[in-house]
């Protein structure tokens, strides 16, 4: 008879709710190889169903979804703070895993907390956060850290950065690093690229994120501009891969005037893991602004396709 400890996992999973970005790959991925599933049940919660793009977790035999419903399960920020806490509440965890560096109140005071830390941008660039959203991110990361038993970074720089600003007990942190799965991208690329890579020109410049001000895209939208006006009509178009997230209502209204006038910016905001690698391997340059990136999976992808 086998009487092994498996251990349940609740999973703050609300980034597996929209496409994929780079917590939600960092969750997925983390789940993908995690070693001995057999020990572990990971409870995914979340206050929306789980992402089209990330449908494959669930086939994972290790995996259990609790969804939200009613009026909480609205907000991603309303089902965190009242319901996440409290069906947790009802179950029995052995873990809980902050996969976005913060943990609810009200958690059972038993109940050990895992954060995985990406990065400290609220400390260190506020200015590229909206000013409630940077409020918000102190409030519960300072409270999240004091509660945590053990907190896991996505590199080194960042370990040393979370270590000096809360200090933190160094023998309490580590480092897991992202990375890509080879293989996973070389079956990828079997896949025939969809309609939008196939419209793209045989040269293009390629940006790969969300779009906002920690990624820099002011300034890439000024570099782009004085290249088109060096190189005129030999200029090449430039292609961004991510969604719109908060920017400046000015820039917008500038970057879509150039599109409207010059059609040499092009932005995907929906596309599949192989178009993504489609595009990254046809691109002529990748371009990354960032001022700051906790690990930066998108700079490791263009490497990987020598870009």
Known sequence: MNNQKVYNIALDARPLSTRISGVGRLIGETLFHFPEKEKYIFHLFTHLPIHETHKKILDLPNIKVHQGEGFFAKKGGLYFLVTMPLEIRKGNYDLFWGSQQVAPFFLPSKLPIVLTYCDLVVY??????????????????????????????????????????????????????????????????????????????????????????????????????????????????WVIIGKKGWETEEFYSELNKDIEKYNDIIILDNITDSDLHHA?????????????????????????HKK
Not at 145 to 173: A, G
Not at 209 to 227: D, G
């Open 124 to 237: 260190l660039f506020p200015g590229t956060m909206r000013k409630i959203a940077a409020l918000q991110q102190k409030i519960f990361q300072s409270y999240s850290v004091k509660k945590s038993k053990f907190i896991l970074s996505i590199s080194e720089n960042t370990r040393t950065d979370q270590i000096n600003h809360f200090q933190y007990p160094k023998e309490k942190t580590g480092v897991a690093y992202p990375g890509i799965d080879i293989k996973e991208i070389e079956e990828l690329l079997k896949t025939p690229p969809g309609k939008d890579i196939k419209n793209l020109p045989d040269k293009f410049l390629l940006s790969v994120s969300t779009i906002e001000p920690r990624k820099n895209y002011s300034f890439l939208f000024k570099v782009f501009r004085k290249y088109r006006e060096l190189e005129g009509k030999n200029s090449i178009k």
């Open 280 to 304: 990254y391997k046809k691109s002529s340059l990748f371009l990354f602004g960032s001022v700051y990136e906790g690990f930066g999976i998108p700079l490791l992808e263009a490497l990987y």
